[in-house]
């Protein structure tokens, strides 16, 4: 079956640090990989999607980039966190259309910029 | 994907039923709907899919209207672990590798 791993659980960072996020997908291959960040009380907010090894979109210009080196690593990066980064951001992993219509999230990583 | 309007929350009594509602006037004919839900601080998870006839899972029923432009989740018996935020997505044949897009959906309160 397939899984979803995300880390760390939760993240407290001083403004100013770097910042980087893993999530890892078992048990399938060639997934559509997504980062989204919900900050407090609002809603999900799409930052970068992945259809492929190196392919990244990015929906949201800001302080925040993304990178895919392998097939299902999906890594979130900052070279200097902001307070505004605060937030709770989710990994998700989802089969090509047709072959599975759900998209799987991971547990999430809560982090704070101090 | 075209949009969806759905009540900015709802409450519930637990053991009840619980029909959450969803507009999507401009849906089109290739259109899925699809619904998720995202119990407090955990990720977003399925719940059901349906694109014109009412569909059952464990979890949930879908009753998609005859003219498609509305749909409710049905939750035959609200339990306390069944309160989050639920969000109705419209997903078209075309939609590709594009990612799902949410909108503020409907916070469920069940009440004991």
């Known amino acids: 079956s397939q899984t979803i791993h995300q880390w760390p659980a939760t993240l407290v960072q001083p403004v100013g640090s770097p910042l980087s996020l893993e999530c890892t997908v078992e048990g399938t291959s060639n997934p559509n990989l997504y980062w989204y960040r919900q900050a407090a009380g609002r809603g999900l907010q799409l930052l970068f999607y992945?259809?492929?090894?190196?392919?990244i979109s990015s929906e949201v210009p800001q302080n925040l980039s993304a990178s895919r080196p392998q097939d299902r690593q999906f890594i979130l990066s900052s070279k200097k966190l902001l307070l505004s980064d605060s937030g709770f951001y989710l990994c998700?992993?989802?089969?090509?259309?047709?072959?599975?219509?759900?998209?799987?999230f991971g547990q999430g990583t809560r982090l704070t910029v101090v | 994907d075209a949009k969806t309007t759905q009540p900015n929350s709802m409450e519930s009594n637990e053991e009840e039923p619980v029909h959450l509602p969803c507009n999507h006037s401009?849906?089109?004919?290739?259109?899925?709907i699809h619904w998720y839900r995202q119990l407090p601080s955990q990720g977003p998870e399925y719940v059901i899919h349906?694109?014109?006839s009412n569909v059952n899972n464990r979890m949930a029923s879908l009753a998609i209207a005859e003219d498609r432009k509305s749909s409710t989740l049905i939750l035959h018996r609200a339990t306390l672990r069944d309160a989050a935020v639920y969000y109705c997505i419209l997903r078209g044949a075309s939609s590709g590798n594009t990612p799902l897009v949410f909108g503020k959906g409907t916070r469920l309160s069940v009440i004991a």
């Open positions: 349906g694109l014109t």
């Open positions: 992945s259809v492929g090894i190196g392919q």
């Open positions: 401009t849906i089109s004919g290739t259109d899925y």
């Open positions: 998700a992993w989802r089969l090509l259309p047709w072959r599975g219509t759900e998209a799987f």
